[in-house]
C-alpha cells in the first residue's frame, strides 16, 4: 500500500453504536489530520496531529474522540452519533505542520449515521 | 476569520478549450498561502497548484495556472487544454501561517465534453 489508505471505505451505524475509523500514512509523515466532508458546507478540518500529539481541535463534539498511537497511525472514534454527522471522513498527512508542506490526502470513509 | 467564497458550483467546458474556475477569499494576514485542490469522483483529493502571498508570480503547473490578485484576494484557476480526466470537484484552499487551519470554499464541479 501507498500513501494514505482509509478503513472502512463505507459505513453504516445506528445512534447508539459505537465504531472507529482508521487511518493509515506509508508516506513517512509526521502530522496527521481529520476533516469532514458535507454535502452542503465545505470541507472542515477537526482534528490536527504533530509527532502524536494533538495541536489543532477545531469545536469538535465529544462524541468524536481521535487517536493517535504513532505518527503512521489515526482513528476517529465515534459514539452516540447524530444523523447530521453523516458525511465524508477524510484523513491527510504531511511531512511537517506549517502551510507550505503539502497534505496528502486518504480516499475517505463514507459514513451515514441511521 | 478567513472564509473562502467559489461562486461557481458548476462549470462545463469543452475537451482542448480552456476554462477559469473563480475563488475569492478574505483575511487581515499579509503572508498565507492559497491552494487549489482536486477530488475526481470516488478518488482521492489531490493538490493542483499552490502559491505563496508573498510571491508576485503567478504559480504554473503545466496546464495549470493561477491567476493571484492579492490586493483583490482573488485567486482563480486556469485549465488550459482540458481533458477528460479533468473532470472533478475543485476546491480552493487558504492556509494561515499563523495556524494549522486549512479553509475551503464549497468546490466547483468542473464538466469536461467530448
Known amino acids: 500500500e501507498t500513501g494514505v489508505t482509509q478503513t472502512p471505505r463505507h459505513l453504516v451505524m445506528g445512534m447508539t453504536n459505537k465504531k472507529s475509523l482508521k487511518c493509515e500514512q506509508h508516506l513517512g509523515h509526521n502530522a496527521m489530520y481529520w476533516y469532514k466532508q458535507s454535502a452542503k458546507k465545505p470541507l472542515e478540518l477537526m482534528f490536527v496531529?504533530?509527532?502524536?500529539?494533538?495541536?489543532e481541535n477545531n469545536s469538535v463534539p465529544s462524541r468524536f474522540s481521535p487517536e493517535c498511537p504513532n505518527s503512521s497511525h489515526l482513528f476517529l472514534h465515534l459514539h452516540t452519533l447524530q444523523p447530521e454527522d453523516s458525511a465524508l471522513y477524510l484523513c491527510?498527512?504531511?511531512?511537517?505542520?506549517?502551510?507550505?508542506?503539502?497534505?496528502?490526502f486518504g480516499p475517505g470513509t463514507r459514513l451515514t449515521v441511521t | 476569520a478567513q472564509t473562502v467564497t467559489q461562486s461557481q458550483p458548476e462549470m462545463s467546458v469543452q475537451e482542448a478549450e480552456t476554462v477559469t474556475l473563480s475563488c475569492t477569499y478574505d483575511t487581515s494576514e499579509s503572508d498565507y498561502y492559497l491552494f487549489w485542490y482536486k477530488q475526481p469522483p470516488s478518488r482521492q483529493m489531490i493538490l493542483v497548484i499552490r502559491q505563496e502571498a508573498y510571491k508576485q508570480q503567478n504559480a504554473t503547473e503545466n496546464r495549470f495556472s493561477v491567476n493571484f490578485q492579492k490586493a483583490a484576494k482573488s485567486f482563480s484557476l486556469k485549465i488550459s487544454d482540458s481533458q477528460l480526466g479533468d473532470a472533478a470537484m475543485y476546491f480552493c484552499?487558504?492556509?494561515?501561517?499563523?495556524?494549522?487551519?486549512?479553509?475551503f470554499g464549497a468546490g466547483t464541479r468542473l464538466t469536461v465534453k467530448p
Open positions: 484552499a487558504y492556509r494561515s501561517l499563523n495556524n494549522n487551519d486549512m479553509r
Open positions: 491527510a498527512s504531511s511531512q511537517a505542520l506549517g502551510a507550505s508542506y503539502e497534505q496528502y
Open positions: 496531529y504533530n509527532f502524536k500529539e494533538q495541536t
